[in-house]
């Protein structure tokens, strides 16, 4: 799959934590570091996803906010 967002960053998920309606993925990218995605219970039944996968993070946005 060809996507146009530049930060994909390739990982492992390490857990699938379903709520209501919201599941979190977390996918652990290496060096200590886990990104944790907030996506629907339908997303991650179409996609499948389960503990041990090979998956993609991708980040896209249009503004990044830094505070101190």
């Known amino acids: 799959m060809k996507l146009s967002a ?6 492992r998920i390490t857990a699938v934590i379903r709520g209501q309606t919201t599941g979190h993925v977390h ?7 886990t990104v944790h995605a907030s996506i629907t219970n339908e997303a991650i039944d179409d996609l499948k996803l389960a503990v041990g996968d090979e998956a993609m ?12």
Not at 6 to 11: D, E, K, L, S, Y
Request: hydrophobic share 45%; net charge positive; glycine share 12%.
């Open 27 to 33: 996918i652990d990218i290496g060096q200590g570091v």
């Open 57 to 68: 993070a991708v980040i896209k946005s249009s503004d990044v906010m830094v505070a101190k």
């Open 6 to 11: 530049r930060n994909q960053i390739p990982g």
